[in-house]
């Protein structure tokens, strides 16, 4: 009997063992997210003539310890994948899970979608109750990407937090459809307006290999990718797949190109992995997002965008002393 129940418990413990190693296996394919929970990196890797990373701003370090509680899962619910429209007027829904899309009311910030049609400029969506309408688009097919994003607009880069789907009007054609198998680079910020630094670099991946698997897979020529960013006509390289603050942007405008290249610094060739957006940095505004990144506005002061049911705390005022008559001594 002891024989029979020790075999059991081993037989338990190598499918427990076997199921662990396939998890790993299949999760360890593509490129994740390289940025620790709530950090940043510590010894800054850009530093050129004219740019340097430096770290987060403080309020958003500070945030950021609620906002990765979250791993949002997006879906796209219409258009379907494939699907050919018979209107160039379409509605979109989203799906998400596990994160909540909202707007502060007060502060006109919170956790959102960014949706890209083809390569365009993002559209944020606050409000899922709400459908997206596109209007007047051309006919032929179109490319619908989407991500979950922080209240200031870092996108989540957990598995699930991405989707995409391609979909046709009236007829299909040969543009806006990304291969499948290649990696495809979707640029996310900078991009508008803004009014204070550092000034946040970020981006998201699809179908690109970690580096850790780099020496395993020489024979992959996108195995030790890097994207290649473009600020003013001043270049620098980055090889790791994370959220980025940099200053020594220009008053006034500026232009930013990121590039997805192959292990021999050439561009991959595929829909969107080369992409240009042109910034306007006005120093000293007065907008949510600015007053943060300065540190104007702390962490305790604008919960609200990663909280919907924060609310802020009443400065508490000390009572004032009632002075008291000295009684004269005579």
């Given at each position: 009997m002891?024989?029979r129940?020790?075999?059991?418990v081993?037989?338990?413990k190598?499918?427990?063992?076997l199921?662990l190693?396939l998890?790993?296996?299949?999760?360890?394919?593509?490129?994740?997210?390289?940025e620790?929970?709530a950090s940043?990196?510590?010894?800054?890797?850009?530093?050129t003539?004219?740019?340097?990373?430096?770290a987060?701003?403080i309020?958003?370090q500070?945030?950021?310890?609620?906002?990765d509680?979250y791993?949002?899962?997006v879906?796209?619910?219409?258009p379907k994948?494939?699907?050919?429209?018979?209107?160039?007027?379409?509605?979109v829904?989203?799906?998400?899970?596990d994160?909540?899309?909202?707007?502060?009311s007060k502060l006109?910030l919170?956790?959102?979608?960014?949706?890209?049609?083809?390569?365009q400029p993002?559209i944020?969506?606050?409000?899922l109750?709400?459908?997206?309408v596109?209007?007047?688009l051309?006919?032929?097919t179109h490319?619908l990407?989407?991500?979950?994003?922080?209240?200031?607009?870092e996108?989540y880069?957990?598995?699930?937090?991405?989707a995409?789907?391609?979909?046709h009007?009236f007829?299909?054609?040969?543009?806006?459809?990304p291969?499948?198998v290649?990696?495809?680079?979707?640029?996310?910020?900078?991009?508008g307006?803004?009014g204070?630094e550092p000034i946040?670099?970020?981006?998201y991946?699809?179908n690109?290999?970690?580096?850790?698997?780099?020496k395993d897979n020489p024979?992959n020529p996108?195995a030790?990718?890097r994207i290649?960013?473009?600020?003013?006509g001043?270049?620098?390289?980055?090889d790791?797949w994370?959220?980025?603050?940099?200053k020594?942007f220009?008053?006034?405008k500026?232009?930013?190109?990121?590039?997805f290249?192959?292990?021999?610094?050439?561009p991959?060739k595929?829909?969107f992995?080369?992409?240009v957006r042109?910034?306007?940095?006005?120093?000293?505004?007065?907008?949510?997002l600015s007053r943060i990144v300065?540190?104007?506005?702390?962490?305790?002061?604008?919960r609200?965008?990663?909280?919907?049911?924060?609310?802020?705390?009443?400065p508490?005022?000390?009572?004032?002393?009632i002075?008291t008559?000295?009684p004269?001594?005579?």
């Amino acid at each position: 009997m002891n024989s029979r129940r020790t075999t059991a418990v081993t037989l338990l413990k190598l499918l427990i063992a076997l199921v662990l190693i396939l998890s790993l296996t299949s999760c360890g394919e593509k490129a994740v997210s390289q940025e620790p929970s709530a950090s940043f990196q510590q010894n800054p890797e850009i530093s050129t003539k004219q740019f340097s990373e430096v770290a987060p701003p403080i309020t958003v370090q500070e945030l950021r310890q609620t906002t990765d509680l979250y791993r949002p899962q997006v879906s796209i619910l219409s258009p379907k994948s494939e699907e050919i429209l018979q209107d160039n007027t379409v509605t979109v829904r989203f799906q998400v899970k596990d994160l909540p899309i909202y707007k502060d009311s007060k502060l006109n910030l919170g956790p959102h979608l960014q949706v890209i049609l083809d390569n365009q400029p993002d559209i944020e969506v606050y409000d899922l109750n709400q459908p997206l309408v596109l209007s007047n688009l051309p006919p032929g097919t179109h490319t619908l990407r989407v991500f979950a994003s922080r209240p200031w607009h870092e996108s989540y880069k957990n598995e699930g937090a991405y989707a995409q789907t391609t979909f046709h009007v009236f007829t299909k054609s040969d543009s806006n459809k990304p291969d499948p198998v290649l990696p495809l680079l979707t640029y996310n910020r900078p991009d508008g307006k803004y009014g204070a630094e550092p000034i946040l670099l970020d981006f998201y991946l699809t179908n690109a290999p970690l580096h850790l698997l780099a020496k395993d897979n020489p024979d992959n020529p996108f195995a030790d990718w890097r994207i290649r960013c473009t600020i003013n006509g001043e270049s620098f390289v980055l090889d790791r797949w994370q959220a980025v603050y940099l200053k020594g942007f220009k008053p006034g405008k500026n232009w930013v190109k990121l590039e997805f290249l192959d292990n021999q610094g050439s561009p991959v060739k595929n829909e969107f992995n080369s992409t240009v957006r042109l910034i306007t940095y006005e120093p000293k505004g007065k907008d949510t997002l600015s007053r943060i990144v300065r540190g104007e506005l702390s962490a305790d002061q604008v919960r609200s965008i990663v909280d919907p049911n924060y609310t802020t705390k009443p400065p508490t005022v000390e009572p004032t002393p009632i002075p008291t008559a000295t009684p004269t001594v005579e």
